[in-house]
């Protein structure tokens, strides 16, 4: 057995079992630590098959961004487990029908007798072969428009996100930082001269004598 | 150099060789990687030391002085204190996360050194995509913080954690946006290739290589890059993760004895990669300063040490930045200049 079958064993069963743990943890912050680590072993198992871009990149978007972000709400909401699990039971044939579903559909896929994967050329990579050169070589060449669609798309749904969600609330007392910046001193406080001392009168003085 | 030390090797073993030779590689690769995390770790140990001498001196102090010759052994007894200590769980405390917590903290800050070169050749692993591997890895570290803040089950912790993952997700945008410029001026993802591509240019002809190195023109990603270092590994004046008089140490405020000592360590790592990056991405590695003089390691040494004053010295100077200001100049001014 090569060494890389013995890898793509271990990376796949911690995969397997990490995701079963996503769905059976009673901890819902356990629970997407799981889902962490079901994400870092993918990126593994991708890495296994020369796909460094991909793999380096998952790890980046999904557990470096997504994830914190998914680990912030989760901690912050007090989730009940016992309500969620409530209709587990009612809706677990419809869920298994999903999941078969899923599985006949990528076996069918990755049987490959289908879709002519025997007829792919084999993978024949020179030494100094680079994923992500080739990767955005065909990006910004053959699919530059469908790119450029993705990306537009991608900014129309972040501004309406962040759109949807912008509201002024009543009872904020903060601050605009730009007013802070464009006080000047004279704004708020006054400044008086003022003679440091007052002098005697005259004939007071010459009392004092 | 393997075929130096195998040949060293080989007579000395005699025998043994021909059993240990399968697994010869995986004891190479241990050996190179205890050859660089020994010296790591000795210079977080020293580093220490130096941040409270060069700030004493900067404030008019002595610093340490006490233990050993001109205090030398400071770091040591700091180290052995820390590691006799118990480690105290709290009652609620989620136990197995909050073990966790440190360790996921310290690992990144160690495996990023795997893709770190740091003369010609000598690196762990010559990975093609260095610079993506150290984005992706070093974008994990901020699960320790937050693992660590939220097992520790209380509230300054958990503040604490918020404040500091969020402050390094944002920070870690800005030195991502900072580094295309750099991918785009080097058109490689290689960090060796990045340092060699700075050893060209019209500067670099006329043997003042150091004008032709990625700082000039890349100024502005340089100065973003620097700041956005300095505020990702939470030091001052961005360092609002540690407040006595608001969140006292923040996520680590329920850490005691080894474990604290590991959050300490994975900060100073962290320092010293942000300066070890620094010198590959913008001041060109190993890379010999004027043509006259050789390149070699100690270049490399030089500029992180260089980097790694600037960042005590700013931490003598400057006073704290409030939270909500370091937000918005990392939200605002560094994400729209990147």
Do not use: C
């Amino acid at each position: 057995m090569e060494f890389k079958t013995i890898l793509f064993y271990i990376f796949s069963t911690v995969t397997v079992v990490a995701a079963l743990r996503v769905i059976t943890a009673r901890n819902p912050v356990h629970a997407a630590l799981f889902l962490v680590l079901a994400f870092f072993n993918v990126a593994a198992l991708w890495m296994l098959l020369q796909a460094e871009f991909l793999a380096l990149a998952l790890i980046m978007v999904y557990v470096g961004a997504v994830m914190v972000l998914f680990l912030f709400v989760v901690m912050m909401l007090d989730i009940n487990i016992e309500r969620v699990r409530q209709g587990f039971w009612n809706n677990l044939p419809l869920g298994a029908l999903v999941g078969l579903l899923m599985v006949g559909e990528m076996a069918v896929v990755l049987s490959g007798r289908y879709f002519g994967l025997a007829n792919l050329p084999p993978q024949n990579l020179p030494a100094d072969y680079s994923n992500t050169k080739e990767l955005a070589r065909l990006l910004y060449t053959d699919y530059a428009y469908p790119f450029e669609i993705a990306s537009v798309i991608l900014l129309v749904a972040i501004i309406a996100a962040v759109m949807l969600t912008l509201r002024s609330r009543k009872d904020n007392k903060s601050m605009h930082p730009a007013d802070q910046i464009a006080v000047k001193a004279k704004d708020r406080m006054r400044l008086v001269k003022m003679a440091p001392e007052v002098e005697l009168p005259v004939a007071a003085a010459k009392e004092g004598e | 150099m393997e075929a130096a030390v195998v040949s060293f090797v080989e007579p000395l073993l005699g025998s043994f060789w021909g059993s240990i030779k399968p697994v010869w590689p995986l004891i190479w690769t241990l050996l190179r990687i205890v050859l660089i995390l020994v010296p790591l770790l000795l210079s977080v140990a020293y580093l220490t030391f130096w941040e409270r001498k060069v700030i004493g001196w900067m404030q008019v102090r002595i610093g340490p002085n006490r233990v050993g010759p001109w205090g030398l052994l400071q770091p040591i007894a700091d180290g052995l204190k820390l590691f006799l200590k118990e480690i105290i769980f709290p009652t609620a405390a989620d136990k197995k996360l909050f073990v966790l917590g440190p360790i996921l903290a310290i690992a990144p800050a160690l495996a990023l050194w795997a893709a770190i070169p740091f003369s010609p050749g000598w690196v762990l692993a010559n990975v093609d995509a260095g610079v993506l591997y150290l984005l992706a890895v070093g974008s994990v570290g901020v699960y320790g913080i937050i693992i660590a803040g939220w097992a520790s089950n209380s509230k300054f912790p958990f503040f604490g954690a918020m404040r500091a993952s969020a402050q390094m997700i944002s920070y870690e945008i800005s030195m991502g946006l900072a580094l295309i410029t750099v991918l785009m001026v080097s058109s490689s993802l290689n960090l060796t290739e990045i340092v060699v591509g700075q050893s060209k240019g019209l500067f670099a002809g006329m043997g003042v290589g150091f004008l032709s190195w990625n700082w000039l023109p890349l100024l502005p990603m340089f100065g973003v890059y620097l700041i956005s270092g300095v505020a990702e590994t939470n030091r001052a004046p961005f360092d609002v993760v540690e407040g006595e008089s608001e969140i006292v140490a923040g996520h680590m405020v329920e850490y005691s004895g080894m474990s604290f000592a590991m959050f300490f360590l994975a900060e100073y790592a962290n320092m010293i990669l942000i300066s070890a990056m620094v010198s590959i991405f913008f001041l060109g590695g190993w890379l010999s300063p004027v043509g006259f003089l050789p390149d070699g390691f100690h270049w490399m040494a030089a500029k992180m040490a260089a980097v790694l004053f600037f960042f005590l010295w700013i931490r003598a100077t400057f006073p704290r930045y409030r939270y909500d200001q370091i937000m918005r100049l990392g939200g605002f001014w560094w994400w729209a200049s990147g």
